[in-house]
């Protein structure tokens, strides 16, 4: 069993949808990385969270701690949202390094 | 935000030579930064944490005499490949650590190697 699993493993959306993304991790942790990688490979990093709950934009992360779950929510969704999204926690005793979830394929329509 | 460069952002080269990536931190100190690869459809996988004016520390499984790292200043990490082979083929992409933004891990664009 991964440390780290993602889902859905593919999202497809029509613009302007709700989308939710999860991730449950099964080691404790003390912050939680949401990550964004274009086609062409780049990442961006798009919230660090230990608690609560993070909003940039129309991006919108929460966590929940005990339940040892995050989402992370795109709202009024567009094509240039097309990505693929990765969650990832650190590695239990190395805070340095982190474990990376398979990610998820998310593909908006226009 | 940090700002992390790499460069270049593609390479082709033949077999057995060596090639060397550049890992640069733009606007912020990074005493450690990352290194993975990620093969397609795969996920990143951690080769080895770059350590200012230390020694790298290699992941099991990475050759550290095929892979070598130097990070010679705070901004800067290098990761040449060296005697290249096809299956060396692959996406590298650097990280670096922001002290000043709660240790956050800031990464850079990647570098896609091609070896023919």
């Known amino acids: 069993k991964n440390e780290v699993e993602q889902s859905p493993q593919n999202l497809t959306a029509q613009e302007g949808e709700f989308i939710t993304i999860n991730c449950s991790y099964s080691?404790?942790?003390?912050?939680l990385h949401w990550l964004q990688q274009h086609p062409g490979g780049g990442i961006v990093s798009l919230f660090m969270?230990?608690?609560g709950k993070k909003k940039h934009g129309r991006l919108i992360a929460t966590i929940n701690i005990q339940e040892k779950h995050s989402s992370l929510h795109i709202t009024a969704s567009h094509p240039r949202d097309s990505a693929v999204y990765i969650c990832a926690v650190p590695l239990r005793g190395a805070t340095n390094k982190l474990i990376f979830g398979t990610g998820t394929l998310l593909a908006v329509q226009p | 935000g940090a700002v992390v460069s790499q460069h270049p952002s593609w390479v082709i080269c033949k077999s057995g030579t060596s090639v060397k990536i550049e890992c640069r931190s733009l606007d912020f100190q990074a005493t450690t930064m990352f290194w993975y690869r990620q093969f397609p459809k795969q996920s990143l996988m951690l080769m080895a944490t770059s350590n200012e004016g230390s020694k790298a520390t290699y992941e099991q499984g990475v050759e550290k005499d095929k892979f070598l790292i130097n990070h010679a200043s705070l901004t800067l990490s290098t990761l040449t490949v060296t005697s290249a082979h096809p299956e060396d083929s692959s996406f590298y992409i650097c990280?670096?650590?922001?002290?000043?933004?709660?240790?956050?891990?800031?990464f850079g664009p990647g570098t896609r190697l091609t070896v023919l």
């Open positions: 969270l230990s608690s």
């Open positions: 080691v404790g942790i003390s912050a």
């Open positions: 990280s670096a650590r922001a002290e000043r933004h709660y240790n956050e891990q800031f």
